[in-house]
């Protein structure tokens, strides 16, 4: 059984409630980096109490190099580094029997996730993926979808289960933490996250066979919204989007591995007018 794990932008493991816990700059990202590691070896150790052969751990938070290779159990491979074709998915491919989302936040236009956003919150407003409020976990589930992988965990706090309903139906959902505002969360004591994630990955891995795919119907429409006119008009600049308002663009396909690459080169273009 192959598992592919994921260490995600911005991976938000239990206590982290500011952006100097997950950058290196900050002074407590350190202990965000532990935290980190941990939930995601307690994924992996599910992962192979359950079967699990091989797997794959894509750091994907910031710079991408946050986890110590050596400290990964499970004897995983590491797939790191900032530039990636296929950003948060990179690796994934038909041969893998199934998803883990691991340490995932809420989108930005949730009601209430800490440290809420949709892959750069200097650029997106909001992002629909077909009429729906998106984040991270649905986006990313457009490459699961591709190569027909099921996405069976995700775990971080109750607006990201919340949200992932809709596209990934009886996906295992760990709530490690509680969202209060955007700045504040109740979190699980460590050990006791770590041991409902190793449970979930476990109980998710067991049925893997009984899930399907993510649930996105093609053709698929892509509707961003930015911060500002120029980033809609620098979006435009790539075949296949469309402007459809001040600040709105819309990207629709049929093939959703080309929707989302569509979507992470208008994020890469579009971080050269942030302000910072």
Same mark, same amino acid.
């Not at 932008?9 to 997950?22: C, F, G, K, R, S």
């Not at 900050?26 to 532990?34: F, H, S, V």
């Given at each position: 059984?192959?598992?592919?794990?994921?260490?995600?932008?911005?991976?938000?493991?239990?206590?982290?409630?500011?952006?100097?816990?997950?950058?290196?700059s900050?002074?407590?990202?350190?202990?965000?980096?532990?935290l980190?590691?941990?939930?995601?070896?307690?994924?992996?150790?599910?992962?192979?109490?359950?079967?699990?052969?091989?797997?794959?751990?894509?750091d994907?938070?910031?710079?991408?190099?946050?986890?110590?290779?050596?400290?990964?159990?499970?004897?995983?491979?590491?797939?790191?580094?900032?530039?990636?074709?296929?950003?948060?998915?990179?690796?994934?491919?038909?041969?893998?029997?199934?998803?883990?989302?691991?340490?995932?936040?809420?989108?930005?236009?949730?009601?209430?996730?800490?440290?809420?956003?949709?892959?750069?919150?200097?650029?997106?407003?909001?992002?629909?993926?077909?009429?729906?409020?998106?984040? =991270?976990? *649905?986006?990313?589930?457009?490459?699961?979808?591709?190569?027909? /992988?099921? !996405? @069976?965990?995700i &775990?971080? #706090? %109750?607006?990201?289960?919340?949200?992932?309903?809709?596209?990934?139906?009886?996906?295992?959902?760990?709530?490690?933490?509680?969202?209060?505002?955007?700045?504040?969360?109740?979190?699980?004591?460590?050990?006791?996250?770590?041991q409902?994630?190793?449970?979930?990955?476990?109980?998710?891995?067991?049925?893997?066979?009984?899930?399907?795919?993510?649930?996105?119907?093609?053709?698929?429409?892509l509707?961003?919204?930015?911060?500002?006119?120029?980033?809609? =008009?620098? *979006?435009?600049?790539?075949?296949?989007?469309?402007?459809?308002? /001040?600040? !709105? @663009?819309?990207? &629709?396909? #049929? %093939?959703?591995?080309?929707?989302?690459?569509?979507?992470?080169?208008?994020?890469?273009?579009t971080?050269?007018?942030?302000?910072?």
């Open positions: 059984t192959e598992i592919y794990t994921l260490s995600l932008h911005d991976a938000l493991p239990i206590w982290i409630v500011d952006w100097q816990q997950v950058r290196a900050g002074a407590d990202y350190e202990l965000g980096r532990r980190l590691t941990d939930e995601v070896n307690a994924a992996i150790d599910g992962a192979v109490d359950a079967g699990a052969t091989e797997i794959v751990v894509n994907s938070h910031a710079t991408m190099q946050n986890i110590r290779p050596s400290a990964l159990h499970g004897y995983a491979s590491y797939l790191s580094g900032r530039h990636k074709p296929l950003y948060m998915m990179e690796g994934l491919d038909g041969t893998f029997d199934a998803v883990f989302m691991v340490a995932y936040h809420g989108a930005i236009g949730a009601e209430r996730a800490i440290l809420s956003h949709t892959y750069n919150p200097l650029a997106i407003w909001e992002a629909r993926l077909n009429g729906v409020a998106v984040g =991270e976990s *649905a986006l990313n589930a457009l490459v699961a979808l591709h190569h027909r /992988v099921p !996405v @069976v965990l &775990t971080g #706090d %109750d607006a990201t289960a919340e949200e992932s309903q809709p596209f990934l139906p009886g996906v295992e959902a760990v709530v490690v933490k509680r969202s209060i505002t955007r700045f504040a969360a109740e979190s699980l004591h460590p050990d006791r996250a770590c409902l994630i190793r449970d979930g990955a476990a109980r998710a891995l067991a049925r893997a066979s009984a899930f399907s795919p993510p649930a996105i119907e093609l053709p698929a429409t509707e961003v919204t930015f911060l500002t006119a120029d980033m809609a =008009e620098m *979006a435009t600049w790539i075949r296949g989007v469309e402007r459809a308002g /001040v600040r !709105v @663009v819309t990207i &629709t396909d #049929d %093939d959703p591995l080309r929707l989302y690459r569509t979507f992470v080169t208008v994020i890469a273009l971080r050269s007018i942030v302000e910072r």
